[in-house]
Nanobody, 115 residues
Framework: VQLQASGGGLVQPGGSLRLSCAAS????????MGWYQQAPGNERELVAT???????NYADSVNGRFTISRDSAKNTVYLQMNNLKPEDTAVYYC??????????WGQGTEVTVSS
């Protein structure tokens, strides 16, 4: 599975961004997709995941501010990020998990929250 992430950029605190992750195969054939963040010097951490049935899971730090969603017609998963904070600054990676537990990563898209 190839994953193409996009949508990152520079935004002021309190602003919004929407990240997109386009998959090379129909996402209904994937058991889950998710977004992870990696800040400089830190390990990669879970941000949000969405299952094949649409169930979502969020990190405490983004719950209530970020929303993960999926569009099966476009084979794309989105991460709507609202009320962004400087601590959200990181490279965001898209991940896909198959029903046989194989894991695939996209190339990452950088988000910088700064005034």
């Amino acid at each position: 599975v190839q994953l193409q992430a996009s949508g990152g950029g520079l935004v002021q605190p309190g602003g919004s961004l929407r990240l997109s992750c386009a998959a090379s195969r129909p996402i209904f054939r994937l058991s889950a997709m998710g977004w992870y963040q990696q800040a400089p010097g830190n390990e990669r951490e879970l941000v949000a995941t969405i299952s094949d049935r649409g169930g979502a899971n969020y990190a405490d730090s983004v719950n209530g501010r970020f929303t993960i969603s999926r569009d099966s017609a476009k084979n794309t998963v989105y991460l709507q990020m609202n009320n962004l904070k400087p601590e959200d600054t990181a490279v965001y990676y898209c991940q896909a998990t198959t029903y046989t537990r194989q894991i695939y990563w996209g190339q990452g898209t950088e988000v910088t929250v700064s005034s």
